[in-house]
């Protein structure tokens, strides 16, 4: 299944500035795990050590809400994944 | 009733397809509390000011640092070391001498939160930080009245606006998550955007007119230029705005 997987433009320090990614994937976690290995900044931006994903993050998928048990949402061919921080500042 | 002069001053906004002088008296009536007089809190006061709200209350405990002045256009050099509530309340009166402007230098608690918003319409979240704005989202369910949610971050904002008992709440949202207060990096126009946002849902809002943001929030990337609406849905076992565990029938 391949899934497009879009950042935050504020990510672009962790990935060269590449802002959209390909991934092969089944699930939400799968996919996090192979933009992971494109991109090991972000694998540790997003992940922790036990690879899920960090609690400061949400992801949506087709622009709905993956939570809760991101992770192991599955995904289809064709998807949009939005990968989401959460902010706080005013 | 407006006066000559508000219907003058008002004029060009009255003359919008639905507003009316209508719209008009229901923004004079109108009591919005304002929490924060910052990055946020600045453009939707000036803007809501100069829309003719009725009464502002704003809510602010902090004094005015050299380091806010990039973006808290409610405040200059002149206003360094002063409470911001002050500075608020002076430069929104030069604004508008004909609207009420009530100011509080409290900090915002779980033990005083409602008090302070006290008969407010609505809530207006302009805060610097996820406890307090869980505060005011609580307080607004509360309360049976609207919460208008802005953050900002850098060049990224996001907006969304609630009405309990109807729509997804903050904490729908963010579904109690706790993340440490830190220094965070922001350039005015963002909060600028994000604060216009919230003011033209609480003008839409306080006149019926329009659909308002809610169970969807606004995402604003400014290094794309892009606009994006991620559906939030209303959780049933939020902890804010959900039914009570013993109520619930499954």
Redesign the interface.
């Known amino acids: 299944m391949s899934v497009t997987i879009e950042i935050?433009?504020?990510f672009?320090r962790y990935s060269d500035n590449k802002?959209s990614f390909e991934v092969e994937a089944q699930t939400v976690g799968e996919a996090l795990h192979e933009l992971g290995k494109q991109s090991p900044g972000l694998k540790q931006l997003l992940l922790d050590k036990e690879g899920n994903l960090m609690?400061?993050y949400d992801v949506?998928i087709n622009?709905?809400?993956a939570?809760?048990e991101t992770m192991t949402k599955p995904v289809k061919d064709g998807d949009k994944l939005?990968i989401?921080?959460?902010?706080?500042?005013? | 009733m407006l006066t000559e002069k508000e219907k003058e001053k008002y004029d060009r906004q009255m003359m919008i397809y639905g507003f009316g002088e209508e719209g008009q008296e229901k923004l004079k009536k109108a009591k919005v509390f304002i929490a924060?007089a910052?990055?946020?809190?600045s453009p939707v006061s000036i803007y809501l000011a100069a829309a003719g709200i009725g009464t502002l209350r704003i809510a602010d405990h902090d004094k005015v640092e050299l380091s806010n002045l990039n973006r808290q256009i409610l405040h200059y050099e002149e206003n360094l070391g002063g409470r911001k509530i002050d500075s608020a309340a002076a430069k929104l009166h030069k604004l508008n001498p004909d609207i009420k402007i009530e100011t509080i230098a409290d900090t915002i608690t779980e033990a005083n939160a409602s008090r302070l918003v006290g008969d407010s319409d609505l809530i207006v979240?302009?805060?610097?930080?996820?406890p307090t704005?869980y505060i005011l989202n609580q307080t607004a369910i509360a309360k049976g009245i609207p919460f208008f949610h802005?953050?900002?971050?850098?060049?990224?904002?996001?907006a969304m606006t609630v009405i309990p008992g109807k729509t997804a709440c903050l904490n729908c949202l963010?579904?109690n998550?706790e993340?440490p207060?830190v220094k965070?990096p922001?350039i005015g126009v963002t909060?600028a955007v994000i604060g216009c946002i919230q003011a033209t849902e609480v003008i839409k809002y306080l006149t019926g007119l329009g659909e308002l943001l809610t169970n969807r929030i606004l995402?604003y990337?400014?290094?794309?230029m892009k606009f994006?609406?991620?559906?939030?849905?209303p959780d049933p076992d939020c902890e804010h705005c959900g039914k009570p565990p013993a109520r619930r029938t499954k």
Do not use: C, Q, W
């Not at chain 2, 994006?228 to 849905?233: A, H």
């Open positions: 935050p433009s504020v672009g802002l609690h400061s949506y622009e709905e809400s939570y809760p939005n989401v921080m959460i902010i706080y500042g005013g | 924060g910052g990055g946020l809190g979240d302009a805060m610097d930080n996820l704005r802005g953050a900002v971050y850098a060049f990224e904002g996001r963010y579904h998550v993340v207060k965070f922001v909060p995402n990337d400014a290094l794309r994006t609406e991620f559906i939030i849905k």
